[in-house]
């Protein structure tokens, strides 16, 4: 039996002991020795929503079968662990070996969303581990980071030995070779890190100098020797085919947020929307093959046992072997009593079909993504969807037995005007009128319609990332002005409506396009005691007040400055593929309300094409 | 184990289910789920070395299953920790295991630094002493225990509860070997008079004199009401 880090009264004395005892089936367990590269990868978010996250698990299947490489899983301890563990001087431990962090050779941070910074810097500080690069010793985990937000690593610079700029799979046996030997040759830490920015792909920041102008923008970001690369180009798998394929996902035993089989149809998409960084950041769209999906499926649902498979990728209408997948998947989990979901399908005729068959229809409601609420800001955005074709879905979907709609909007959209605001009520207004224009015994009762809106981030690597952002009193007073014209609408009783924190939605804009000087500020924060700020019920506005306050930094620098087109961008020195030539273009024509075509109907020549892969290349 | 939830240890065993293959039983709808059921969940941090639970199973589909041959298949889809002893029909009138269950074997066990350690006894204490804890609470007219719920705190008797208690040492329990000196009891359990083990911990410190020692609790098995192993209900398949 694993000796546990915790006794069984520290364990019982927190909530769900579960989290922190690992041991899960399919679960790694190896001896730790000096040949082995211990890396600790971790979420640092609870427990349930990292085990949820399949990046972790592809990389942690993928660096086990390496017979030199031990990767553990690491989570957050949640407020009363943190308690505990520092009130008892308990270093941070792994899942696996519940051995000390800080004696790992690596320690793995995804970023998967910025409200996740302070999250980080509780890690390091529970493992003993100093937050600033710079203060760490030759005996200590190299921390690296990956993830979404590692396209603008800057924020949190000060805190990362290495950022990791692309998908995992590519670059990491490069890099383990690399510190094997740099370990038996007793290479300092700063020599290892100085060959490893030689690798493509890995950005070490304490090897760069930034310098601003008087006004606080970026004058010159260079690297500090001639042998460190001045672009890190962003890595990417091109044959979707042979990529790693999991066969030991760890299966948890508490329920976790996503307890099912994921399954990942391709990376990337045609769509181009302006406002979406995944469109941008992952191309060029690539697909796995149905085969390989069709035996990637059941091997893990036979592996997992789990009850449920879930389609995942960013718009899985585009995915070329739907059809074909789906009746496969249907025959086979209406045998085996299995459920499936299906997130992000267009509604159509051939959606609605298949929903139809594997959904309760009475219970499940009908997602739509209009964004925005009129016809030109939809254009704006490039969002490929117009009004017909969003009534005409929810049409055939009333028709079909359907009386429950979400709609999910998203306002401070650039160049959002009171009429594309109040476009939102009149658009959920206009679905109600057609349900009712149903006749009774055709219908199903009443139609809910539940909208929600989101305040727009611009991000980096987008068309909109010189766009500028709203203050928060401008976001609720445009929320307030889809509530109040909702309320003096007829249908208002079949119509909720929420929005998002505007609170949270300005310091996600200071992250997103952030500079190093915001590294200061969340250190701050979390001194003051800023924690687990993606939880809504923990999230302290003024706490970060206070910490910009105390740094001297104005966040509305970030947030309100509509930045230069010829402006040094925090993140310009990482190449993601896509030319930052075309995003002006696109930038350009959403400022003139022009849409673009996606990348299966034109090429319009975003720099991808130099992979040579994917849609690229006709697949 | 010990700290995984009752309704985590069900989700695992359906996915066990799944991964065995057996035939089981789902319900209807849209959102089927397995016919299975726990004969009384345990609490978070004790063991359990019998454990029950009920599932129906499609008859053509388990002709021919023998009850060694689906332990094994079981054991096979398992983690570390948790183990199937057997399998046995359910013959005769259905009643399910969690309507059955009135009685429970729990023990304390003092000996807390590993199971087949012999050598690692908690030494302040001799045997003499654990021997008079449970003497001396059961020497007791009443037990009264603060019970907390929720928001509400309140004063049970648990001496009707307790149907014997005493000290014991070094015994076996389903091939298990645990040494040292522990307290062994058999208490009510189920859906009408549920006793907690912790209460009786709890009382023995506070009627039985005993000092706050560290101790883990295992329930070892479960009866019905009058004292009929749940085992017996069942009959091997051969």
Redesign the interface.
């Known amino acids: ?1 694993r000796k546990l880090a915790l006794s ?2 520290q ?2 004395s927190v909530e ?3 989290r922190y ?1 690992g ?3 399919n679960s790694a367990c190896k001896e730790l020795h000096s040949d082995i590269i211990r890396f600790v990868m971790c979420f640092p978010d609870v427990y349930e929503i990292g085990m949820s996250h399949i990046g972790i698990q592809i990389l942690y299947d993928m660096f086990n079968k390496r017979n030199d490489v031990f990767c553990e899983r690491l989570f957050s301890p949640w407020v009363d662990l943190d308690r505990l563990l520092r009130k008892e001087n308990i270093p941070l431990f792994s899942l696996e070996s519940q051995q000390p962090v800080k004696e790992a050779d690596f320690l793995g941070i995804t970023l998967q969303y910025e409200m996740c910074y302070t999250n980080i810097l509780q890690i390091l500080d529970l493992s003993g581990i100093p937050i600033h690069s710079c203060e760490r010793t030759d005996d200590m985990p190299i921390v690296i980071g990956g993830g979404p937000c590692s396209y603008n690593p800057e924020p949190l610079a000060d805190f990362f030995d290495i950022f990791y700029i692309g998908e995992g799979e590519v670059r990491y046996d490069e890099l383990f070779e690399l510190y094997k030997k740099c370990k038996k040759l007793k290479i300092a830490r700063g020599d290892f890190l100085r060959l490893a920015s030689h690798i493509e792909g890995m950005y070490v920041p304490c090897l760069y100098e930034v310098q601003y102008d008087n006004d606080g923008i970026i004058s010159s970001f260079k690297p500090v020797f001639d042998d460190v690369p001045e672009i890190v180009k962003r890595q990417i798998v091109t044959d979707m085919d042979k990529v790693h394929f999991i066969n030991k996902p760890v ?1 948890p ?3 976790v947020t996503q ?1 099912r089989v994921v399954l990942e149809l391709m990376r990337g998409c045609i769509r181009g929307c302006r406002f979406c960084q995944a469109g941008f950041v992952y191309r060029p769209l690539r697909e796995h093959s149905v085969e390989y999906l069709k035996n990637y499926a059941l091997t893990m ?7 449920e498979i879930s389609l995942s990728s960013l718009s899985s209408s585009d995915y070329s072997g739907l059809s074909q997948l789906l009746e496969f998947l249907i025959e086979y989990t209406g045998k ?2 299995i ?1 499936i979901s299906l997130p992000s399908l267009r509604i159509d005729s051939f959606s609605l079909d298949i929903m139809k068959r ?3 229809i009475k ?1 499940s409601s009908l997602t739509f993504a209009p964004e925005a609420g009129t016809q030109r800001l939809r254009d704006v955005i490039n969002k490929g969807i117009t009004q017909e074709d969003i009534i005409g879905g929810a049409m055939q979907a009333f028709k079909g037995g359907w009386n429950k709609v979400k709609l999910y909007f998203m306002l401070g959209l650039p160049t959002e005007n009171e009429d594309d605001i109040k476009g939102i009520p009149l658009l959920c207004e206009k679905l109600a009128e057609k349900y009712y224009e149903i006749p009774k015994d055709e219908r199903n009762g009443k139609v809910q319609i539940t909208a929600s809106s989101s305040f727009f981030v611009p991000k980096p690597f987008t068309p909109f990332q010189w766009s500028s952002m709203l203050k928060r009193e401008q976001y609720l007073e445009r929320a307030y002005l889809v509530k109040d014209t909702l309320k003096e609408q007829l249908n208002k009783k079949s119509i909720k409506y929420q929005y998002h924190d505007a609170e949270v939605t300005v310091l996600e804009g200071v992250f997103a396009r952030g500079d190093r000087k915001v590294c200061a500020v969340i250190e701050e924060a979390y001194r003051l005691g800023a924690l687990y700020d993606s939880w809504s019920d923990m999230f302290d506005n003024d706490i970060w007040m206070r910490a910009f306050k105390n740094t001297g930094v104005d966040y509305e620098f970030y947030t309100l400055r509509e930045r230069k087109v010829d402006e040094v961008l925090p993140w310009d020195f990482i190449d993601i593929g896509v030319d930052k030539s075309f995003l002006k273009r696109e930038w350009e024509a959403a400022c003139k309300d022009k849409v673009s075509p996606n990348c299966r109907q034109a090429c319009l020549a975003c720099g991808a094409r130099k992979f040579n892969s994917g849609v690229c290349c006709g697949h | 184990m010990r700290f995984v939830g009752h309704l985590d240890i069900m989700r695992f065993f359906q996915k066990v289910m799944r991964k065995s293959n057996l035939p089981i039983k789902y319900s209807e709808g849209f959102s089927p789920h397995q016919i299975m059921s726990f004969a009384a969940p345990l609490g978070l941090g004790i063991e359990g070395l019998g454990e029950y639970m009920d599932i129906e199973l499609y008859d053509e589909a388990c002709a021919g299953l023998k009850s060694d041959e689906a332990v094994k298949i079981l054991n096979e889809n398992m983690c570390e920790g948790m183990e199937v002893l057997s399998f046995r029909q359910l013959k005769g009138p259905k009643k399910n295991a969690m309507s059955s269950v009135g009685l429970a074997d729990y023990i304390l066990l003092f000996n807390l630094s590993g199971i087949n350690d012999e050598d690692n006894i908690q030494s302040n204490f001799s045997e003499n002493d654990f021997r008079k804890y449970p003497e001396l609470l059961m020497s007791n007219e009443s037990l009264l225990i603060e019970k907390k719920s929720k928001d509400k705190v309140k004063v049970l008797d648990i001496m009707p509860f307790i149907r014997h208690i005493e000290y014991t040492r070094n015994t076996v329990v389903n091939k298990k070997s645990f040494y040292g000196d522990m307290i062994f009891m058999n208490i009510t359990q189920g859906s009408t008079d549920n006793l907690k083990p912790e209460l009786v911990l709890q009382a023995l410190k506070k009627y039985g004199s005993m000092p706050d020692i560290k101790c883990s609790i295992i329930r070892t098995e479960l009866y019905d009401e009058g004292h009929r192993s749940l085992e017996d209900y069942g009959e091997d398949i051969t």
């Open positions: 039996m069984d009264k364990l019982l769900k002991p579960a005892i041991g899960e089936m299966v035993f508490i329920k307890d649902l036979e592996i997992t046992g789990a009850q085996h009593n459920n594997v959904q309760d219970k």
